[in-house]
């Protein structure tokens, strides 16, 4: 008999909205926690988001397409639930390994070292765990003589090197992956989506943000199409990959 809970991996998104202030670095303060929830949206706000449904099985490979601005990143942030939506539901099932904003998961001041322990630690990890993978884990990222400089001085690509390493060692279900690796360099980056190949054939649900659709094509079955704000089209990704073209291809750019 089939199980009565849903199994990790599996997400489940019912009429979402998110709305931003126009004017102000941050979002809600704490005290709007305890404001009327109006569901207008108030002068200097709009909705990034709105009316967005859907639901993935695990072990899917989702593909997010949209011009910029147009909700990619904060879909992603939902479904790590670093935000929280001010409309509708979003229940994920399981842990999620992020690959998004890696700066910001990160700490400037504390050495390679300190993160992957602090960034392994907080997904789970033992630090028995941490200790015998993380000769590995740095070794993945070739950055072996930087282990105890502190994560700010690190090269761009450096930092996304080490992200990517941790992360693909967690064993959440859920991998997020945005457009971060496009700062890794060619062969870097090759290594990376291998081991993303690597996680897909051991089940993981993968959701992807990318403008390439060669990458696309290469991970994902089905797509995401936001595009002002609303899922414009829930599809097969060559077929996503054709409906974004139609709109908004320059001919001959
Ligand atoms: N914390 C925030 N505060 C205010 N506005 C925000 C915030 N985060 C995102 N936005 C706004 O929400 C909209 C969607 O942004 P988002 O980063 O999700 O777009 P995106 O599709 O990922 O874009 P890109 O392809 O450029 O990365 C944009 O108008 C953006 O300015």
Known sequence: MASPY?????IRVDD???RFKRNRSGRRSFKDLFADRSRRAKPGEFWAMRHVSFEVAPGEAIGVVGRNGQGKSTLLKLVAR??????GRIEVEGGVAPLIEITGGFVNDLSVRDNVYLTAGLHGMSKREIDAAFDEIIDFAEIA?????????LSSGMKVRIAFSVIARLEE????????LAVGDKAFREKCYRRIDEMLVGGRTLFFVSH???????????????D???LKLD???QEVIDRYNADYLVKGA
């Not at 003589?145 to 001085?153: G, L, S």
């Not at 279900?173 to 971060?180: G, N, R, S, Y």
């Not at 390439?212 to 936001?226: S, V």
């Open 173 to 180: 279900p859920i991998l997020l992956v945005d457009e971060v």
């Open 82 to 87: 670093v935000m929280l939506p001010d409309e």
């Open 16 to 18: 979402i909205g998110i």
């Open 228 to 230: 002002r704000g609303e």
């Open 6 to 10: 849903p199994a990790e991996g599996t």
């Open 212 to 226: 390439n659709e060669k990458d696309l094509l290469r991970f994902c079955r089905r797509g995401l199409y936001l």
């Open 235 to 237: 599809a097969p990704i």
């Open 145 to 153: 003589d930087f282990a105890d400089t502190p994560y700010k001085h």
